[in-house]
């Protein structure tokens, strides 16, 4: 992706998880800018009216790392809100959140994990008036390179 500054490859999958959402506005990390995500992709989410849910398979023994970015892309307007919830594989993987306008939360494994087998939903708590919403997601191959060697001059 051109304004990555990471060079990663973001592929869109718009329809697949719920109805596309755009914003013109800048979103912009605040926080914590150590994600480096690039505004065109943090303007685009998906919001769908059932949990988004997100599943794979690996390889045995594969060690997986997954980054999960979310931001509000509209502004609430009377009574609405989006209270969220992330769960990994049927277990609560983050507190319950509530995404600010514009600027991005990312929540993402703390070390690689093994399981070979993966589902992260984002739903909605019984107090949420919007469905769920995710902008994008990253995975990661975890790979030891303890043993790997280099050329001296690199």
């Excluded at 926080?31 to 303007?43: C, E, K, S």
């Excluded at 769908?48 to 045995?60: E, G, H």
Aim: proline share 8%; hydrophobic share 35%; aromatic share 10%.
């Amino acid at each position: 992706f051109p304004a990555d500054p990471y060079d990663r490859i973001w592929t869109p999958d718009y329809n697949a998880y719920g109805t596309p959402l755009s914003t013109d506005l800048q979103v912009k990390e605040v926080y914590d800018q150590r994600f480096g995500l690039p505004t065109a992709i943090m303007q685009t989410a998906v919001t769908s009216s059932a949990p988004i849910t997100i599943s794979w398979t690996t390889k045995p023994g594969v060690s997986i790392c997954v980054f999960i970015h979310i931001a509000e892309l509209i502004e609430y307007k009377g009574n609405q809100t989006r209270n969220l919830t992330v769960t990994k594989n049927g277990i609560s993987w983050v507190p319950p959140l509530v995404p600010t306008y514009l600027i991005p939360i990312t929540m993402y494994s703390k070390k690689p994990d093994t399981l070979g087998n993966y589902s992260f939903s984002v739903d909605v708590t019984q107090t949420s008036t919007l469905g769920p919403i995710i902008n994008a997601i990253e995975i990661y191959e975890a790979h030891d390179v303890t043993n790997s060697s280099t050329n001296q001059q690199d």
